[in-house]
Every structure is written in C-alpha cells, then in structure tokens.
C-alpha cells in the first residue's frame, strides 16, 4: 500500500545524528520567535535584499537560515552539537528520513 509524508517545507529541525532524537521543539514557517534575528542580519547584510544576488531570496523569518541562527542563539543544546559536530539539520522530511534510514540519508 503506497504511502506519503506531508508536511510544511519551511519548518525547521536539529536533530542529534547519534540517536536521531530532535535537539528542539521544530520552528515552524511561521514562528514569530525568529524576527530580531531576521532584523539583526538584515541590519547588518545592508537590508533584506542584500544577500538576494547571492542565494535569490530576501532575508526573511520564512528561511531555514534564519530559523537555524535563532537556535543557535537561543538554544545550547543546538549551539554545543553544532560546535561538537553531531547536529543534524533540515526540514520535517529530511528528519524523517534520517530516521526512516537509521541514519543512513539525509536529504531533503
């Protein structure tokens, strides 16, 4: 019986690839949370269209970047895997993934 995973692209997680258990609740496509992040970068870019010629998009709370940098700032679980190596990061799917593969892909 064919099955499918849907789920919202832009929502964020970090996972530790050790035990493939999330570091912190998802950031969801729409979280509030991650706005003076998206100011301070476009604050210190030149704006939110400074880094379009570079990656073709606006700084933005809707990009994974700036969700990843908000919990990197916020969350020292997130900070101490990254610094350590054994974070993994991508959307809902690539997490599912990694699971569904025992760690063996991560894609998205």
């Not at 997680?13 to 979280?31: I, K, M, N, Q, S």
């Not at 949370?33 to 379009?52: F, N, P």
């Not at 916020?74 to 990061?89: H, N, Q, S, T």
Request: charged letters at 20%; aromatic letters at 8%.
């Amino acid at each position: 019986t064919p099955r499918r995973i849907v789920e919202l692209r832009r929502s964020t997680v970090v996972w530790d690839a050790r035990t493939g258990e999330p570091l912190y609740d998802c950031v969801l496509w729409h979280d509030a949370r991650t706005r003076g992040t998206a100011a301070s970068i476009k604050a210190s870019v030149g704006g939110a269209d400074a880094l379009r010629p570079t990656c073709g998009l606006p700084v933005s709370t809707y990009f994974s970047g700036v969700k990843l940098k908000w919990l990197l700032d916020e969350v020292p679980a997130v900070k101490d895997a990254v610094e350590a190596g054994y974070a993994r990061v991508g959307t809902v799917d690539s997490w599912l993934v990694w699971n569904l593969t025992n760690g063996a892909t991560h894609a998205t």
